[in-house]
């Protein structure tokens, strides 16, 4: 009896912990099983394929042949669930440029052709998929998608057979299921100031003998659209092609094959499963909730280190800011090597920018970019890698929809959106004052006496210049700002620093200096 106690007491404290971690991830599991899920007989209605055909020769109406079939070729309609469309793709990639660039288009067009959908959701297809049921179109591994396939057709010419893209495929599934993108390898990444430490670490992990850590853990922390993604999946998959045994986690993904193990009561094979791979890979690990799946992850990162396995993992902050995430965890990854991936200069924008144009040129030879529009639009851009995605597949549609060479104002129009123009900073008068004190080596109250040697007088007349330059306030608001005085004053203060910058270079450089610090 009391056996029976004990192992009734044991089940409810098991099944309370997967209460509380599928209630705290029951997005991230609907989300999941959703892009799984069809309608009750796991098909869908021909009615709703026929709206899907009518989707299509809408998208390719608008859009215009090239931009369809570069991007919406392989959209497939996989089900339709409580008015949701769930569309799948066959690449990540896809997924995510569809979801950043056209979902609202999807969404509309959806929506005027299947009557009482509200939504629309993007996923991946499996890569195991029945051979019986060959997907819409063959894509050669260069150059432009080829014409669709028909079931029993031999393939001809340019495409590739479908068991060798599936093969393909395969071997780039990970230990645990995840597909790797064969876009994001080492040889693909750009290199600069900002980028060259993680990359070379990442380089010298990824080619190290399993059993042999040169840096572990090592922890890549940037902001978004950097690059720390694509030296993740660049690490996993040079790693598995030396036969290392990887997983590559999101965060998402690692919560829901935890979740998912607790459900089906095989927690105990996954855990087995982590700890006997050679290199465990997590990205956006700031996103890892639920107290028992940060202690598993806590649990598998200790055992797998204490095993001389490598731990590769990607965050957008430092470790120890990481405030959600338990603080041994925070400790362990602190302990590594920690590395930033920085903001992108100028010349690395170029070179991205330069590279993502031609990639798009192999598939649509008749589009061009001069380079001064190169040099441009990397100038103005200076946000992420993704927006220069953006930018490059702005430049692709205005060229291939309007038939015109894109020029420097074409390229203005098609990335205004992405230009992101930050609010000047709103500059005070007392600053001002403080920051041409502390340049002139005088006090903020020997600018604002009666004093008038010729080591004040210059110093406070350059702060009036600065004042009003700088600020929306009034001649004689700033005359009062500056001990009282008459705007007469600050007008005469005004105009003789304007001729005297526009005589003495050097003067107009330490003056501009003064600009920028305030304003930055």
Not at 4 to 19: C, K
Not at 303 to 323: P, S, T, Y
Not at 351 to 378: C, M, S, T, W
Request: charge should be neutral.
């Amino acid at each position: 009896m009391t056996e029976e106690m004990g192992q009734t007491m044991f089940e409810r404290r098991r099944m309370d912990e997967t209460v509380e971690v599928v209630s705290a991830l029951s997005v991230v599991m609907v989300a999941e099983q959703a892009c799984v899920v069809a309608d009750e007989t796991g098909t869908t209605p021909a009615s709703a394929t026929e709206a899907w055909d009518r989707v299509r020769r809408r998208l390719r109406a608008e859009l215009g042949e090239d931009v369809f079939s570069s991007w919406f070729a392989r959209v497939e309609l996989g089900s339709i669930v409580d008015g949701v469309a769930y569309l799948t793709v066959p690449t990540r990639f896809l997924k995510s440029w569809l979801e950043a660039h056209y979902a609202e288009r999807l969404r509309v067009n959806c929506m005027a052709e299947l009557p009482g959908l509200n939504g629309i959701m993007l996923s991946v297809r499996p890569v195991s998929r029945d051979l019986s049921q060959p997907p819409a179109e063959i894509v050669p591994l260069r150059g432009r998608q080829a014409a669709p396939v028909a079931p029993a057709a031999e393939p001809k010419g340019a495409p590739v057979p479908v068991a060798q893209v599936e093969a393909a495929e395969r071997d780039l599934v990970d230990a645990c299921g995840t597909v790797l993108d064969r876009r994001m390898s080492f040889q693909a990444f750009i290199v600069g100031k900002s980028n060259q430490l993680a990359f070379a670490a990442a380089e010298r992990i990824a080619a190290a003998p399993a059993g042999s850590s040169p840096y572990n853990p090592l922890y890549i922390h940037a902001g978004v659209g950097l690059g720390k993604t694509h030296l993740l999946q660049a690490i996993a998959q040079e790693a598995r092609s030396q036969g290392k045994r990887v997983a590559y986690f999101t965060a998402d993904r690692f919560m829901y094959g935890f979740v998912a193990a607790l459900k089906s009561q095989t927690a105990l094979a996954f855990k087995e499963k982590l700890r006997g791979i050679d290199l465990l890979v997590v990205d956006d690990v700031q996103f890892i909730q639920g107290k028992s799946i940060q202690q598993e992850f806590g649990h598998t990162i200790n055992a797998l280190i204490d095993a001389g396995k490598q731990i590769v993992v990607a965050g957008d902050r430092m470790a120890n800011d990481l405030e959600a995430l338990d603080e041994r965890i925070r400790s362990r990854l602190g302990g590594g090597l920690v590395v930033e991936v920085g903001d992108l200069d100028e010349a690395l924008r170029a070179k991205i920018l330069g590279n993502r144009l031609e990639a798009l040129q192999a598939a649509h030879p008749n589009f061009q970019v001069h380079p001064d529009v190169v040099a441009y639009v990397a100038r103005v851009v200076a946000t992420n890698g993704r927006d220069l995605d953006g930018a490059a597949n702005r430049l692709l549609a205005h060229a291939t929809l309007s038939g015109q060479p894109v020029s420097l104002e074409t390229a203005e129009a098609a990335i205004r959106d992405l230009v992101r123009t930050r609010e000047p900073r709103r500059v005070k008068i007392e600053d001002i004052q403080k920051l041409v004190a502390t340049r002139y080596n005088v006090s903020r109250a020997d600018i604002l006496s009666e004093r008038r040697t010729a080591a004040v007088v210059k110093p406070r007349q350059i702060a009036m210049y600065l004042a009003k330059a700088l600020t929306p306030r009034s001649l004689p608001e700033i005359g009062r700002r500056f001990g009282g005085r008459d705007h007469t004053t600050v007008l005469h203060a005004v105009r003789k620093i304007e001729k005297a910058i526009a005589e003495d270079r050097t003067l107009h450089d330490e003056v501009d200096l003064l600009k920028r610090m305030l304003q930055e």
